[in-house]
DNA sequence: CTCCAGGGATGAT
DNA sequence: ATCATCCATGGA
């Protein structure tokens, strides 16, 4: 480990069927920066080193923030579980996806993926600045809005930001959000940081919800439409059939499963009967792969030499 | 340089 | 209900 600072607790977690690296970029969450064989983060307030060597988690966290976790009435370790789903039946989800060739693909490159669970104001921030952004810019406003307004944490010498609470985003003003990159997502990140923190929004009440009354909530909220509000129902709310269509799910079902021309209403009714029960997962695993995978030749995107475009 | 991105709100058919 | 347009920004 590279942390060779005082006052460290080791922490050793079994994680069979995890792949730690394809889930932290696969997407669905923007803070994780790799550093060294492993990665830095919080896992809500508290900063945290994590690596995978086989099946095992080596974590590291601060002496002093171990207890931080004990809210309820949890320690580190099953936290970190927790947070990471490692809980989650990943193979019966996995026997539960449909019989096709694309998800197939999609299953054997993305085997040890897991859907995680994020703290709901975090995910729901995160994806209200998603709109038309590749994720490696969502990753850049994250960082941005961590260092400027999150509250600084110790993690041997390196200090790492927490995400801010609402209340903190909720007291910035537009201008000073646009600083981060924004555009023009600053007022409505503003807007419904403002709804959550005056409790007009109960972002943890909303759990006891159904996911129907749920999705309805949240696309109440400034910047939060069909799309985001799938986001976040699937990794906040354990919504696991919450299907996400972005540009690139649009794209697999039209070209993939041959819905050439059909509205996107018509869409999610496909994906809702096909995917079943754990689509949310069967979704992640298609985004993943559409993404990530090398693509067979003749089917590249399009790549520019000098300005001009070539196949 | 051009293209496009984990979209949403608004107003016109 | 479906469609067009605008909204900012910067990585690739």
Not at 20 to 42: D, R, Y
Not at 265 to 285: D, I, M, P, S
Request: some cysteine.
């Amino acid at each position: 480990l590279i942390l060779k600072i005082e006052k460290m607790h080791l922490i050793e977690i079994h994680a069979p069927d995890f792949d730690l690296e394809k889930t932290l970029h696969s997407g669905q969450v923007f803070h994780w920066e790799k550093v060294g064989a492993g990665f830095v983060g919080t896992i809500g307030d508290v900063p945290v080193y994590v690596e995978q060597k086989n099946a095992t988690l080596l974590i590291e966290v601060a002496a002093a923030s171990s207890r931080c976790f004990g809210e309820h009435g949890q320690d580190a370790h099953a936290t970190i579980a927790h947070y990471f789903a490692l809980d989650h039946p990943l193979a019966k989800i996995c026997a539960s996806f449909p019989n096709d060739p694309v998800m197939n693909a999609a299953r054997d490159f993305c085997s040890g993926l897991r859907i995680i669970r994020q703290p709901k104001w975090e995910c729901l921030a995160s994806f209200i600045t998603s709109s038309m952004k590749q994720v490696a810019h969502i990753r850049q406003m994250s960082r941005a809005l961590r260092q400027r307004f999150g509250s600084p944490k110790k993690l041997g010498q390196r200090i790492v930001h927490a995400f801010p609470p609402a209340a903190r985003i909720a007291s910035s003003s537009e201008s000073e959000l646009r600083t981060c990159a924004l555009g023009y997502r600053a007022k409505n990140l503003l807007k419904t940081a403002q709804l959550v923190a005056s409790g007009e929004a109960d972002l943890e009440a909303w759990s006891r919800l159904s996911t129907l009354e749920l999705g309805a909530s949240l696309r109440q909220l400034p910047g939060v439409g069909p799309k985001v509000a799938n986001c976040v129902m699937l990794f906040a709310y354990e919504r696991l059939e919450a299907f996400p269509i972005d540009v690139w799910i649009e794209r697999v079902l039209r070209e993939r499963y041959r819905k050439r021309r059909i509205s996107v209403a018509k869409l999610r009714v496909f994906a809702k009967n096909h995917f079943g029960e754990h689509g949310g997962y069967a979704q992640q695993y298609l985004f993943h792969h559409a993404r990530t995978a090398p693509r067979p030749p003749g089917l590249e995107r399009r790549q520019f030499v000098r300005g001009t475009a070539v196949r």
